[in-house]
Nanobody, 121 residues
């Protein structure tokens, strides 16, 4: 059973930085689109950043210019570099991937368990 494993969350002061990482728990054939989403207490989950297989990245207006989504050269680890963090960035951050476990398997959506980011003022 493939899982997406996230790391890098924590507590940081406003203006600080954190880098989140996400990788499959086992070897897989291919990752297509990837993304990071977040959910603040009492709010719906929202898209933060997505990265398509062709390299096109999209960001929510609230993080544009502060966050950067990227993948490592092997393509299986996804990062979210978060700079100039604000208290409103606080929430649980979830990694999402559209991937194929084996070349003969269909593409499927996977979600990580979430990593908590807390930004203090």
């Amino acid at each position: 059973q493939v899982q997406l494993v996230e790391s890098g969350g924590g507590v940081v002061q406003a203006g600080g930085s954190l880098r989140l990482s996400c990788a499959p728990s086992t070897s897989i054939f291919k990752i297509n689109a990837v993304g990071w989403h977040r959910q603040a207490p009492g709010k719906q989950r929202e898209m933060v950043a997505t990265l398509l297989s062709g390299g096109s990245a999209n960001y929510s207006d609230s993080v544009k210019g502060r966050f950067t989504i990227s993948r490592d050269s092997a393509g299986n680890t996804v990062y979210l570099q978060m700079n100039s963090l604000k208290p409103e960035d606080t929430g649980a951050y979830y990694c999402h991937a559209d991937l194929q476990v084996r070349s003969s398997w269909p593409r499927q959506d996977y979600w990580g368990q979430g990593t908590q980011v807390t930004v203090s003022s």
